[in-house]
Structure formats: C-alpha cells, structure tokens
C-alpha cells in the first residue's frame, strides 16, 4: 500500500475517502480524510459514522487496482453517497482532460448558447479559421471562474476518466465500474480557480447539483443520494494507470489498451441475422420510401413528410442507402438503386459540381437550418459521404460487368474536382461552405474526414492524378491538425464544432481507403490512432438499463453501440452512417484482433435494435415502431430525462442503412483456408473439422430466422493484401435455414499454415 501511495505521490496526486449527505442533490455535510497507509478509518457524516478503507494491489504493466470500501458502522443515511477522492497539486489549464464519448481536451472551448438545432451566422464570429466554438456542454473553463465536469457513468461510452500531462509528459487513467447495487457511478472533475490543482471525484451513487440537457450544461438535477442502513456496504472498485505520455495519441493508446479492464462479462447474444434484418429494411424502402416524381431512394418513410425525410445527401442517408440496397437487394432495388445515382448526378447536382444538401418536395434548401437565409449553404461532410460511395457503386457496377452511365463518371469527376478547388484555395475543407462560390463559411474542424478517402476512390474510378494528389495531402493534413490532437469534431450539421464519433469513423474509412489505393502503410498507423479514438466512442460494456424500461424489457446488450457526440448524448445501434468494415479491414492489415472485435461488436450487435413484425419495439409515445424502422436512440444518458434511459422516440432513422451496410460490406464468415480459421461476425455459430485434404465448416443458424450467410475464404497470407473496394460482392452466400446446420468441405491452403 506504502509504494502505491508514494507513486501517487510522486505524480502530485493525493487520495481520501469521502462519504456524504445531501437534502435533495444539495449537498448537506460530508467528512473527508486523507489515506496515507493501510488500516481503516471512521467517517461521520450526519446521521451515519462509517468505516472506511482502500486496498490497492498490482496489476499488469504497473496499473494499480484499487477498492474502497464503506460500511455503515452505526446509525443511518437516508441520503447519501461513498466516494474516492483524488487531488492533484500539480495541475495546469493546459492539461488535456478526456472522458470516452464525453469530454476531449477538456472540452475548453468556446461556448455559445443556442436552441436546438444550433447554427452560426456571420455575427458569431466565423470564417475559414474560426476558433473551435461548441454548445452549452459540460465543460471546463476557458476562462476565468468555477470550472467543473460531473457526469454519470451512463454518459461516457466506457467509464473512465483521463488526463494528458504536457508539463510532466505523463498521463493519468481512471477506470471504474458502471454501477454499484446503490445506483449508478459518477465521476467530478473540479478544478481550483487558479487552475494550479484540481479534485477527480469517483462517487457512488453520482448526485450532481446540476445535470446536462440538450445544451444546457446547468440545468436542474434530479439525482438523489441512496438510503444507508446500519450493514449496509458499499465497494467502489476501480483501476489507476500513471504512464509516460509525450502526447495525446499515447493516451489514446493506453485507454485503448485498457478500455474493458472494469467491464463484467459482456456479450453479444444471437438475435438475428444480416441477411433477415437487411430483407425487413429493404421491403420497408420500397414500400415507404420512394420518391416517385423525382426518382431517388428517400431518407425518411413518405408518412414522416418533413424536410429531411425526403433528401439529404450523406451523413443520415441519401446516396448512401443505394449502395447498400444496389449490393443485395431484390431487382427493384437494384434499379432504384441506379435511378438514385441518376438524380445524384441529374437534378440534385449543382452548377459548380456539389449535391444539394436538402431537397424537399421539388425544392432546394440549404444546411442553415433556416433554408431562407442562404439556400447554398453545404455541409461539407455531406458530400464528402456522397464522394465515397458514389464511387463504390460505380466501382460495383465495374466489378460486376455493367454499365456504368458516363452522366455517373462526369458528375463524379465535377464533384470530386469541386473539393480539389476548395483545398487549393483554402488548404482545408471547411465544415459549412456556399457552395455557389466556394467559400467556406465556417471552418477549422475534422467535418471533411471523409474527403481524402472519396478522392481517393474517385482517383480509382477516373484516374485523374490530381485527385490522389489532394486526397494524400488532405489526409496528412487532417491526421496532423485532429488525429494527432485528439480532436476529431464538426461532423454531424447541428452540434456546431463539438467533438462526434461520425468526424473519428469516417477519419478511418478515409485512411483505410488511402492504404489499399496507395498501399502505402503509413495510412495503417493513421488508421490506428484514429481507430482507437473511435474505440473512445463504442461502448464497451453492457449498460444496466431500468427493468421497466423499453430496452430493459427486451434485454438489450449495449456492447459496440455507438455514442454520437458530446451533445447528443445518447449512443446509437451502429456508426453513422457506415458499416465499421474499416476496422475489419485494419486487423487484416495489422493482425491486431482487437479491431477484430470492435467491428464485430457493432456488427452483431445492431440488428437487436431493429423494430420487427414478431417483436415491436414500443416509443415513448406508446406507439409501436413499424416493421423495418430502427431508431438511433441507446439511451444510457439520463440527457432526455430519466424515464427515457433505455427508450426510443417514434422515428426511423439513419441506422437502418448502417444494418443494411453490415449485410453488404462485411462477411459473414471469414474462414482461413491455411489455418482453419473460421472468424464468425454473423449471428450464426461454425464449427471446423480437419477432414485430411479439405476442412469441413459447419455453420449452425440458432435463431428463428433463415440467413444467407456470405462467407468469404482466404489463407491467413493473403491479409499482406489489401482487399478492393467491393471484395464481399464476391462472397459466397450460404443458405442457412432458421434452426439448421449446414456442412461445407472447403479447400485446404498447405502451402501458407501460418499461425494467425
């Protein structure tokens, strides 16, 4: 215990142990006292006299697993709570604070107030190079004044809280448990006026004064401390990390090293497969979402009617959902799919090469959110998403001997060199841009992460030298200004400049997309970093929702869902709006199985979120959702109000196109010819048996549904190899029915029996 406390001491960090009352959330008396040794202590606040104590042990890699424990020695707390107590003497506002999916760089940024959806104009102080500015989140002080971070576990996507040290070039972890029988934990960051030191707080259950709301970081709190009796015990467990840190992205590394140490076991039960989520979807679109007068799939069902149901380029949908439904739908799909790409390079393309933004019933509007003001305005990461997958269909099309429209290629040509005009002008591609002048409006964020990887593709299908040119130049760009910093913001239109999941996924789709063009394997180091910010965002565990809740009731496992951003606080079924192949494209490119897991927590995990004819999932409302509708909220926020932890709204979302994009972009199986390998991601089970000459896999469907399985066979040689754009479409699709098992031989590599 002595040599912990002195390695804690060393790194000007002091512990105690605290317990408190409170009247409501208002704090009412508390007794703290400082460890130094082992023993225990007494604690008396109000109407309870505790003991307390901390153990601490070794972990690997000089952690430190620690646990406190309190008991109610006498007496009674009708109100209170138990918390670990770490003060830092050596503190700095230049500090880096971070807690996954809620805080990045302490989110110490310029702060507006604003309605939702928040938008800024000229007034507020933009242009190319405005500072980062956000909504009213929670936040530590830029300025001068009381600086406080309190947040419930439910709000981070792993509980954890961290700090980069650039003074001392050293890094700090935290990671705790979720809940205790008592409720759910929260963590305080406070930091002193002079910002010389700061108090990390690790309390259970978590009682803030003030809680969060959409953009408001004060708003009031119904938290309540848990009733203590005499007996009554309570074991905050918890992991401490110190580490040598020169910069952010070794942070990054060493949570992602540990970002599962506090979690039980979690896990991701069968429910159903690719293959019959992608079919509910697919009848939905053709039955709900069809624009019959201008010819385009659509990004809301025709009963929702509203300006961004009919379409939106990118980010929620529209001209992403087509590729999804060109790689496995029916016929009807297929040529809708294709009619999509006619009005993406017809009707909805602009003059100087852009896709409009917004198209509501034959009218055009702009990203402004007042579509009055200035009809051009564009978010850029809009059709930086078109860029990328208007470039896989066609490469589809290629791949599978069809013809491809030259209206397709000429169009893709003007909207790719459309990003090549703003990187020379400006060196960066903006977050809002007029997309009649080409001008950006507002800027300095990661929003066109997703640009270097659709020039890229665009360079695949065109050959046009200048496209790859801007495509390395902007990635380099934005791995050095964001990646390398930890702040990876601006993608989604209504968060203003706040740090998202969506700017870090697409992040990696770009530098994965550049490694198999190029081949060069810098962009698999860049893929790493960012990966393992996007691990800051997927939940790495199984949340505790209410028991009467919605997703209580039906069992819900929020492993590998996805947190939004820092002002929408609520995870989602999957990545938006993309399938997370990325991730299984870089295990192959660094053997790291890691990002093995990652892509197929999200993968198996979202079709349990999906509303179906046999098991309807009910909205807040008490409406059912239809057949094929998926809603984005995995509420373990307390944001919306407690009663809607573990509850939906009555929509249908952009995550039904990150389900069909799992059906489409990602196997199945993947089985290794050379090892015998079968990697399983689907919600089948495989079994291999070793018959001399061949393999046999035996692929089980335990759930109630008949899967197609796509199955995708390599030896475990071929991962030096990056895969092509389209490498599922030449799967083989294994019919599997509901309840059955079937038997394939499968050809034996001898040649390559590596060890994966």
């Not at 930890?486 to 870090?504: F, H, M, T, V, W």
């Not at 489409?664 to 089970?685: K, Q, R």
Request: charged content about 20%; aromatic content about 10%; glycine content about 8%.
């Amino acid at each position: 215990m002595n040599e912990f406390m002195n390695q804690l001491g060393n790194a000007g960090i002091s512990v105690s142990l605290k317990v408190s009352s409170f009247r409501g959330c208002e704090p009412a008396g508390e007794a703290k006292k400082e460890i130094r040794q082992n023993g225990s202590l007494m604690l008396a606040a109000d109407q309870a006299s505790w003991r307390c104590s901390l153990a601490m042990t070794a972990a690997v890699n000089g952690d430190i697993d620690a646990e406190a424990t309190f008991v109610v020695e006498s007496g009674s707390e009708p109100c209170g709570n138990a918390a670990v107590v770490l003060d830092f003497q050596d503190w700095s506002a230049d500090n880096d604070v971070f807690m996954p999916a809620a805080v990045y760089q302490g989110n110490r940024f310029r702060t507006v107030a604003a309605k939702y959806p928040p938008f800024l104009h000229e007034e507020d102080g933009i242009g190319p190079d405005m500072p980062v500015t956000i909504t009213d989140v929670p936040h530590l002080n830029p300025g001068e004044g009381f600086s406080q971070i309190h947040l419930r576990s439910g709000d981070m996507a792993t509980p954890c809280a961290g700090v980069f040290m650039p003074v001392r070039s050293s890094g700090f972890l935290l990671l705790f448990e979720s809940a205790t029988p008592f409720g759910y934990t929260g963590v305080k960051l406070t930091e002193a006026p002079d910002r010389l030191s700061a108090r990390l707080e690790l309390e259970a259950p978590a009682v803030r004064r003030k809680k969060y709301t959409m953009m408001r970081s004060g708003s009031p709190s119904d938290d309540r401390g848990a009733a203590f009796r005499q007996g009554d015990r309570i074991c905050l467990r918890f992991r401490l990390v110190l580490f040598e840190c020169p910069d952010v992205s070794t942070l990054f590394k060493a949570f992602f090293d540990r970002r599962k140490l506090m979690a039980a076991a979690a896990r991701s039960p069968h429910s159903v497969p690719f293959s019959a989520a992608y079919r509910i979807i697919e009848q939905k679109y053709n039955h709900t979402q069809w624009n019959r007068e201008y010819g385009y799939y659509m990004d809301g069902p025709e009963s929702e009617d509203t300006i961004y149901s009919d379409w939106q380029a990118g980010w929620c949908g529209g001209g992403m959902n087509s590729l999804a439904l060109l790689y496995d739908g029916l016929p009807l799909s297929q040529e809708r799919a294709d009619r999509t790409m006619d009005a993406i390079f017809g009707i909805l393309q602009t003059p100087k090469g852009y896709i409009q933004p917004v198209f509501w019933q034959g009218k055009p509007l702009g990203d402004d959110f007042c579509h009055t003001e200035r009809s051009t305005v564009l978010l850029i990461r809009k059709d930086a998403d078109v860029l990328v997958f208007a470039s896989r269909h066609i490469l589809l099309k290629q791949r599978r001997n069809q013809e491809v429209s030259g209206t397709w290629l000429s169009g893709l040509r003007a909207l790719a060199a459309a990003f090549v005009r703003l990187w020379k002008r400006y060196g960066q591609f903006g977050q809002f841009i007029d997309a009649d002048t080409d001008e950006i409006l507002q800027g300095g964020t990661a929003c066109g992460s997703m640009a270097p990887g659709g020039l890229a593709l665009a360079w695949q299908v065109l050959k046009d030298d200048e496209f790859l040119q801007t495509a390395e130049s902007s990635a380099r760009y934005y791995h050095e200004r964001y990646v390398q910093t930890g702040l990876l913001n601006g993608g989604p239109g209504e968060i203003l400049q706040n740090s998202d999941s969506e700017s870090a996924s697409n992040m990696l789709e770009s530098f994965i997309i550049l490694y198999e063009t190029t081949g060069n394997r810098a962009y698999v180091s860049m893929a790493e970093e960012a990966a393992r910010i996007c691990a800051s965002w997927q939940v790495s565990y199984d949340f505790i929702f209410p028991a009467d809740s919605a997703f209580g009731k039906l069992g819900i496992h929020t492993l590998g869902s996805i947190y939004a951003n820092v002002q929408n606080k609520h995870s989602a079924p999957g990545f938006c709006t993309l399938s997370g192949a990325s991730l299984l494209r870089l295990f192959r490119a660094t053997g790291d199985r890691r990002y093995l897991e990652m892509c197929r927590e999200t993968a198996h995990g979202i079709t349990q979120y999906l509303s179906r004819a046999d098991r309807p999932i009910p909205a807040w409302d008490g409406r059912m959702l239809p057949a094929g509708w998926m809603c984005e909220r995995v509420n373990m926020s307390d944001w919306e109000g407690k009663e809607h932890v573990g509850g939906v709204f009555y929509g249908s979302c952009w995550c039904e196109i990150s389900c069909m994009l799992t059906y489409a972009e990602i196997p199945g199986v993947l089985f290794l010819s050379d090892t015998g390998e079968a990697i399983t991601i689907d919600h089948i089970d495989a079994a291999v048996a070793d018959a001399g000459d061949t393999w046999r896999l035996t692929l089980s469907n335990p759930t109630s549904f008949d899967a197609e399985v796509k199955l995708l066979v390599e030896p475990r040689l071929l991962f030096a190899v990056p895969w092509d754009p389209c490498v599922t479409d030449s799967c083989q699709v294994v019919r599997v029915p509901a309840k059955a098992a079937v038997d394939l031989p499968l050809p034996k590599d001898k040649d390559h029996a590596t060890p994966i």
